[in-house]
């Protein structure tokens, strides 16, 4: 019996150990078995690397000593000895070519891959191992690991166009890509704002087109100022980021982008482009960024850049674009018009088709092969093996797959790590708000529009990073990077039904981001939850052992700030500002303290919900308040919202009695004028579900920070009528104004009260919401008590101004004293703190 009970200790003992040593591997290996035990790095450890890995083998030394601070003999064979790590390459192995299995023993540690970048995948996840939260430094708990990818393609893009990042920061790029087992790298090297990639046979390509500003061929754009902006990489540069790449396993595949997207190449030579006697614009507000398709001399000129292209990157495809074409500037080009009438053709998207035709057959004439954007699929026909990268969205792969081509799926509204990672964050939003919960929960194969046959087209998956707004602040194409980069690669690599947000998210906070921050990736860490409820603000860190500290001020919190320990009891939690540090470097974006929802449904069901609530508790306060309804997830937005009405003491307040989508997140305003805390609050609504489909939301009942008096807006500038001068009257966040034409010196826009307003703080901005895009770069604001006579106030910085009234206003004046150098100037409306 005690032996029995000592067996039984025994073996728990071990299992404890075993299940303790958490190896918290992303992305998530296939098979992985934990074995009682470890493996102790001797302190003269010798690597043997496999002849057919042997451009890796300094990678392997140095990446060996970087985890383990243990500096290893590496010789070059195909044996593994005791005590040693092997890496050796078995091209018999029944595995795909990037599959790898790992064990770990008492006798040493083998890793054998299907090919040379299979061994380097085993390595990685080796280092991952030694990294382990768990595991002690110096050992290697014992295990078997049989891995390999669901996709042959797991790939990510940076825009090096927009923003240059120099030579070593692409290098640490495909560093921290490799560490994730992803194997492409997409390098955008040329675009509107800049031609990056030195072409000895074009040298005005990089001699003007890869600098903007003052006196240059390109202006000024996302951030440049009024200065000198730019860079290039030499040929030599580009070979050798190539072979940097080879060495940890990563392909480069280099962007041209063509025919569109080209004010770089035409600014510097004039030639290439469209001679046109009437000017217009592409989705970007770029002028003359087209290639002329009619002008025969433009096919030698890409012969000669694919060529020089072909001769610096081995890999197999060369990206060639052609998204947001400009199509209406060939509509007025006589050239262009000449050879659609040769062609009979009736429509741009054929000469389109017809450019890619020619550019297709230059490309296989220097033995690759072509891959562009999903629109170059319109039009025609195109060459059955290019490939395309379907970044419009999800039916875009679909229909790219059902015509035969292999696809890369990468839908903006998933794998475009430029968007925002939430509401109040910099980046873009056309697509999505895109947090790494968002990426992670992608699912690349559209099971129910797919056959089996049809679903092998999908090659793989890729994420991308354009970088207009990569300007400021510093590291922030880290930030946006990861660790959403880290879910891509579960994506990429993982089995479908081993994904699990949970298991990520454990192995992720667990030990990877410490991984991140080893590496040297000022990443985005995760905010906390603040929720402000009966006088108490109560917050939830995002993880076991998370730090966050707070401001009281309405101020983003700083590593000084006080740290978060216990609920803090306060009616004054509007100012109250919440952040996660993981270093000093290191932190998650700021957050408000929120509200619970005051209401919610989930149906699936066809049918009507009458909701009413009891808010009584949730109104605190006079003043603007706005209902919004969010769906719980995208495909829960369904059914439609009605007969919004908000009563106080039983007596109606407000109705909205329109119909309006869940899917449009409407956003509702109301004015409560005679709070008292004894009212009594109740909203009424009802949604109707027309379909047998999910509609699930929360409904949220916030006051705003600001005041919204009437206000008419004059200006001296032409409007956009899209996007007209009365969007500064309405206080919608998401509208603004766009003029027709570039700001000038002189140019004005005047905001008149129609009552004078009693205000501590008038913030002032431009540009386009939540994006500094058309901003003012010169010029300031100035305000006035009687209408008439104007005080002078901030300057603008980076498109803001502020003004600080001591009497009541009556008009606020913007004022501009030179050109912004964009195509047009945008405005929003005025921030008026009370």
């Known amino acids: 019996m005690r032996k029995s009970i000592l067996l039984i200790a025994i073996f728990l003992s071990s299992l404890s150990t075993i299940q303790a040593q958490k190896l918290d591997i992303i992305p998530k290996p296939v098979k992985v078995e934990q074995k009682e035990g470890v493996f102790v790095i001797p302190s003269l450890v010798h690597i043997v690397v496999d002849k057919k890995a042997e451009k890796s083998a300094d990678y392997i030394k140095a990446s060996f000593l970087t985890y383990t601070g243990i500096n290893p003999v590496v010789s070059i064979g195909n044996k593994h000895k005791k005590n040693t790590i092997a890496f050796l390459v078995d091209e018999k192995m029944d595995f795909p070519n990037d599959g790898y299995k790992l064990s770990i023993t008492k006798k040493g540690i083998l890793v054998k891959g299907k090919s040379s970048n299979g061994v380097l995948n085993g390595l990685q996840t080796l280092l991952q191992i030694c990294s382990a939260r768990d595991v002690k430094k110096g050992t290697i708990p014992f295990a078997k690991i049989e891995d390999y990818p669901r996709f042959e393609w797991r790939g990510m893009m ?35 704002n800049g031609w990056r990639a030195e072409i000895k046979s074009m040298p005005d390509l990089t001699l003007k087109g890869a600098w903007r500003g003052p006196g240059e061929v390109l202006l ?48 510097s030579y004039p030639e290439v482009g469209c001679v046109t006697t009437q000017e217009t614009k592409s989705v970007q507000g770029e002028v003359k960024n087209v290639w002329c398709v009619g002008r025969e001399e433009n096919y030698q000129i890409l012969d000669s850049i694919i060529r020089e292209f072909s001769e610096m990157f081995p890999f197999e495809y060369i990206h060639v674009a052609g ?40 490309v296989e004439k220097y033995n690759r092969k072509t891959a562009g954007w999903n629109e170059i699929l319109k039009g025609g026909e195109i060459n059955p093996n290019t490939l395309i990268s379907a970044w419009q969205g999800i039916s875009y792969g679909i229909e790219s797959v059902k015509k035969g081509h292999e696809t890369i799926m990468m839908p903006g509204q998933y794998t475009y790590f430029d968007m925002a990672q939430s509401e109040n964050e910099r980046g873009h939003r056309w697509a999505a708000i895109t947090d790494t919960k968002r990426a992670y929960s992608f699912e690349p194969i559209p099971n129910d529009d797919l056959t089996p046959e049809q679903q092998k087209n999908i090659k793989g998956v890729q994420g991308a990073l354009w970088s207009e707004y990569l300007d400021r602040p510093a590291r922030i194409m880290e930030y946006q990077s990861y660790p959403r980069i880290s879910a891509l690669s579960e994506i990429g690599w993982s089995q479908k039904e081993d994904k699990n947000w949970d298991d990520f ?112 508790e949730h109104v605190d306060k006079k003043g603007i308040w706005y209902l919004t309804f969010t769906p719980a997830k995208d495909e829960a937005g369904n059914g439609v919202i009605r007969s919004v009405s908000l009563f106080e003491n039983d007596k109606l307040i407000q109705t909205f009695s329109e119909e309006k989508t869940l899917k449009s997140k409407p956003r509702l305003r109301f004015f409560i004028e005679n709070y008292n805390e004894k009212n009594r609050y109740r909203l009424d609504f009802t949604v109707e579900n027309k379909e047998a489909k999910e509609s699930s939301a929360k409904v949220n009942f916030d006051c705003s920070p600001y005041l919204e008096p009437e206000v008419k807006v004059t200006s001296s500038m032409a409007e956009n009528p899209k996007f007209p001068i009365s969007n500064l009257e309405d206080y919608n966040v998401e509208t603004y104004l766009r003029t027709d034409i570039p700001c000038a010196s002189g140019d004005w826009i005047l905001y008149t009260f129609i009552n004078s307003v009693v205000s501590s703080k008038i913030d002032v901005l431009t540009g386009i919401p939540h994006h500094p895009r058309f901003i003012v770069n010169n010029g300031y604001v100035e305000y006035s008590y009687n209408g008439i006579d104007f005080i002078k106030g901030d300057a603008f910085d980076y498109g803001n101004a502020s003004i600080y009234p001591k009497q009541p206003v009556k008009a606020v004046k913007i004022v501009i004293t030179g050109t912004n150098n964009e195509p047009l100037m945008a405005g929003q409306d005025l921030r008026i703190n009370p």
């Not at 190539?242 to 060495?247: E, G, M, T």
């Not at 080009?333 to 088709?353: H, I, S, V």
């Not at 921050?517 to 995760?526: K, L």
């Open 323 to 362: 998204d947001e074409v400009n199509r209406a500037n060939w509509e007025h080009c006589p050239k262009c018009r000449a050879l659609m009438e040769k062609e009979g053709y009736t429509d741009t998207f054929q000469l389109q088709n017809y450019f890619f035709r020619r550019v297709e057959k230059i």
């Open 505 to 616: 998210y454990g192995r992720l906070t667990n030990s990877h981001l410490q991984r991140l921050a080893n590496m040297g990736i000022a990443f985005r860490d995760f905010p906390p939850k603040a929720i402000y409820q009966n006088g108490t603000i109560t917050v939830t860190p995002p993880y076991e052992g998370a730090v966050v500290r707070y401001d009281t001020q309405g101020n983003e919190p700083v590593t000084q700030s006080d740290l978060y320990t216990k609920p803090i009891q306060t009616k004054d939690y509007e100012q109250y500002r919440f952040r996660t540090f993981f270093n000093e470097d290191i932190a998650s974006p700021a957050v408000k303290v929120e509200k619970l929802p005051v209401a919610n449904w989930n149906t699936s069901k066809v049918e009507v919900l009458n909701i009413s609530e009891n808010i009584s």
């Open 220 to 267: 000024p754009s996302y951030g440049s100022g009024d200065k000198r902006y730019g860079g290039f990489y030499t040929q030599a540069d580009m070979k050798e980021v190539v072979a940097y790449a080879s060495a940890r396993g990563i392909s480069v595949m280099p962007e041209i982008e063509i025919p569109g997207h080209s004010r770089a190449v035409t600014a």
């Open 158 to 192: 940076l825009d090096c166009s927009r923003q240059f990042f120099d030579k070593q920061t692409v290098k640490n790029y495909i560093d921290w890509l490799a560490a994730h087992k992803m194997n492409i790298f997409h390098w955008h090297l040329t675009d509107d």
